[in-house]
Structures are given as structure tokens and as C-alpha cells.
């Protein structure tokens, strides 16, 4: 990866606690180019007014810049059509409407819904919100030793009372890269649709939903070098064309009347009130920054760097990395654990140097019950990190080992 890269994001070139920063934690959220930052400036200085109403000029830019971010999502991620994107707030607020629009209207008692332990808190709750509403049944696929799923456990799971199966690409505790147009094929042969979170797919890999073959996808800009605050759901025309909005208000009606009331068409009867413009903008911008770097390019890194940080941090003894041992077969994430000390004093040392990762339990708890423990650290690595950091994290832990050892 070109070492130039760096440059791109201010944030990065400040101390923490008197140490140069080194950002280990864009699982979380990713860190913000010069490009997206100015997108938004000019936006905002320039720009800035609602969207689809006016017909001044600056309604009339902002239009353009809105709808025109639609379609460089769709071309993103390779769609049909624009009207197969829908801008909402993130990951979380598209699996939620896929589960309230979708799963209410073809979730009857008795039915099946999979997923994985592998998943997010948002990847679980709507569907136990689902199942215990309809009176269905919420199943999971059992995992492999290393964390990864195996298609043979998956087609233990899914039946023909399955309606909907759910699974995280690339899970944000493990960095397992989960083979979703596999589970695809298998899901609709019997009848199921697939929901994809790939909030931590988006930004590290190339996407194509129609090669994947799934039914519904979801992504975060924040996690992708865009804006907070906006996110995407795609959905296959037929599938979202006979979904009901489960937000009401303006931009999203046709004609209110009054005691009834008609839809715009797709896919703004999903997008009720002003929508996310400057979200939409400023995601625009984080995808042309990618695709000039190459979204090959960045998986291709984040393999690389997670090699040198497992093969690095195996050698500090009392270090437990969790996930596939592979590093093929996982993002650029390392979760670790240092014997006899919590992740989150491992992670405030690490902050003393100027070090940034993340601990707890990273909204995935079964999975950490799962995996026997109550929390752990994470190392995210993205376009922006280089060797030099994971020497950096690596110092760091054996750091952060002596001085527990000595208080111990």
C-alpha cells in the first residue's frame, strides 16, 4: 500500500499522551480522508438545502448530488438499479426495516429464522424481536473450532420452515470472512431469503450482491472512510417493491388523504422526512477515495498486515489470538487476549502510548460466550496502517506485560 496513503487523514498526524497516533480500531470506525471532510465543506458552504421539493437552484444541486451518490452506490456495489438503494442511518437501521417491513409479513408461527453466534447485536435482536412477535423459531449455526462456519452446519440449520437466514460477511470479533453466496444457494433452495450485514465487508472488499446472490445487504459509511450517521440497505426490486415503509412522513408519501394515504415509489417510500443529504454526499466522496486506491488493493493489504501481526504477536507469550489461524481466511482484525490481564487495562496501557484499540465485549456477547470469556482487545487494521504500527502495537503489549507482571 502506498505509504502516501497516511497523508490523506488529519487525524493522524497528532500525539496521544505524548506519543505519535497509531489508530488500531476502524472495526469501530473508520478514520476520515481529506476528500470526504472537503465533500462536506463544499456541501455545506455551497450547496446545502433540502432535496426533491425546490425547484431553486440550490434544491436543484443538492438533488443532483443526492441522487447522484445513489448511483455510485449501486455501481459500488454492483445493483440493478438506483431504486434498489436505500439510504437510511446505518447497518443496524437497514436490518431493523428488513425485519419489521419483511420479516412481519412473511414470518408466521412456527417458522425459522438463522443466524449465526458470530453476529453483531444488531444482527441478532431484530430477529429475536422478530421471532418472539410472530412466534417463530431463532436458530444457529454451530461454528468451527477456529470461528469459521462450515456449509455442511449450514445445511444442518436451514430447512424448509426457514424464511430467513442472516449472516455477518466478515465478523467484527473474528475477522472470519463468511462464504455468504454459498449459504445464498442454499437458502433459497428452500425457499429462504438471505440478509447480509456487511458493515465490515463494505469497506475492505469488493462487493458484488449479484454475484452474491443475496436477497438484502447492509452497510455503514463510518466503517468506510465516509461520514457517520448514514448507511445503506439494498434490496432485490421485487423483494422491496412488496415490503410496507415502517417510517412515515414527508418525502416518502404520494398522496395523503384524510384517512388514507399512498407510497412514492421505490426508493423513497423508504426514506421518510429529510433525508441523510449530507451523509449521502460525504459517502459519495469515501467511495471514489477507495475505488481510486482499489478495493483489491485494500483487501489484499489487510491480509498482509493481519499475517505480520498474528505471526508477531504469537511469539509474546500469554498472548491467546482468537479466530482463524489462516489469516486468508479473515479481514484485517486480531483479537487477542493477554493471560491474567483485562482487555480494558490492556487497552488503556496501550493508550499511554498513543495506541488505539478496542475491548470489551464489541456488541457480539454470545459470541463471547462462545468463545468462554467475558471480553477482549481488538486490533483493526485498515488502508491507513502499516508495518510500522503493528511493531508499535507489538512493543506496546510486551509493555503492557512487564507492568502487570510487576504489579502481580
Known amino acids: 500500500m ?47 438545502s433540502n432535496v426533491h421539493r425546490g425547484v431553486h437552484t440550490l434544491g436543484n444541486r443538492a438533488t443532483e448530488k443526492y441522487e447522484g451518490a445513489r448511483e455510485k452506490v449501486q455501481q459500488f456495489i454492483n445493483a440493478n438499479s438506483t431504486q434498489e438503494i436505500v439510504f437510511l442511518r446505518g447497518t443496524t437501521t437497514a436490518i431493523n426495516l428488513v425485519a419489521q417491513s419483511y420479516g412481519r409479513a412473511n414470518v408466521e408461527e412456527g417458522d425459522e429464522i438463522v443466524i449465526t453466534y458470530m453476529e453483531h447485536h444488531s444482527n441478532i435482536i431484530p430477529w429475536q424481536q422478530l ?3 410472530r412466534g417463530a423459531v431463532l436458530k444457529y449455526i454451530e461454528l468451527e ?22 449472516m455477518v460477511y466478515v465478523s467484527n470479533v473474528l475477522g472470519t470472512m463468511n462464504p455468504v453466496k454459498e449459504v445464498a444457494k442454499i437458502a ?12 465490515q465487508a463494505a469497506p475492505h472488499l469488493k462487493i458484488d450482491v449479484q454475484d452474491l446472490d443475496c436477497d438484502f445487504f447492509a452497510f455503514s459509511g463510518h466503517k468506510m472512510v465516509g461520514p457517520t450517521g448514514i448507511g445503506v440497505l439494498y434490496g432485490k426490486k421485487q423483494l422491496l417493491e412488496a415490503m410496507e415503509p415502517v417510517e412515515f412522513g414527508g418525502e416518502m408519501i404520494d398522496f395523503v388523504g384524510l384517512y388514507d394515504s399512498t407510497w412514492k415509489e421505490l426508493p423513497w417510500k423508504f426514506e421518510g422526512g429529510t433525508p441523510i443529504i449530507a451523509g449521502a454526499v460525504g459517502l459519495a466522496a469515501a467511495i471514489d477515495f477507495l475505488e481510486e486506491i482499489g478495493l483489491d488493493a485494500i483487501e489484499k493489504h489487510e491480509h498482509h ?22 489469516p486468508a481466511k479473515r479481514a484485517g482484525i486480531v483479537t487477542f487476549n493477554l493471560k491474567e490481564v483485562h482487555p480494558h487495562d490492556v487497552a488503556t496501557v496501550l493508550d499511554m502510548s498513543g495506541i488505539a484499540v478496542r475491548a470489551g465485549h464489541h456488541c457480539a456477547q454470545p459470541l463471547m460466550k462462545w468463545l468462554n ?3 477482549t482487545a481488538r486490533a483493526s487494521f485498515y488502508l491507513y496502517n502499516d508495518e510500522s504500527d503493528i511493531d508499535r502495537l507489538v512493543e506496546g503489549l510486551r509493555s503492557a506485560k512487564e507492568y502487570f507482571s510487576d504489579v502481580f
Do not use: C
Open 145 to 166: 473450532e477456529d470461528g469459521t462456519i462450515s456449509l455442511e452446519n449450514v445445511r444442518a440449520a436451514i430447512t424448509d420452515r426457514t424464511k430467513i437466514v442472516s
Open 373 to 375: 470469556v467475558t471480553a
Open 131 to 133: 421471532a418472539k412477535e
Open 2 to 48: 502506498n505509504p502516501e496513503i497516511k497523508s490523506y487523514f488529519p487525524i493522524l498526524k497528532q500525539e496521544i499522551n505524548g506519543h505519535p497516533l497509531v489508530y488500531l480500531d476502524s472495526a469501530a470506525t473508520s478514520q476520515k480522508p481529506t476528500p470526504v471532510i472537503e465533500a462536506l465543506k463544499e456541501y455545506y458552504g455551497s450547496d446545502n
Open 305 to 326: 498486515m493481519a499475517a505480520i501481526a498474528m505471526d508477531k504477536m504469537s511469539a509474546i507469550e500469554g498472548l491467546e489470538i482468537y479466530g482463524p489461524e489462516d
Open 188 to 199: 433459497h433452495e428452500h425457499g429462504a431469503v438471505m440478509v447480509v450485514d456487511g458493515a
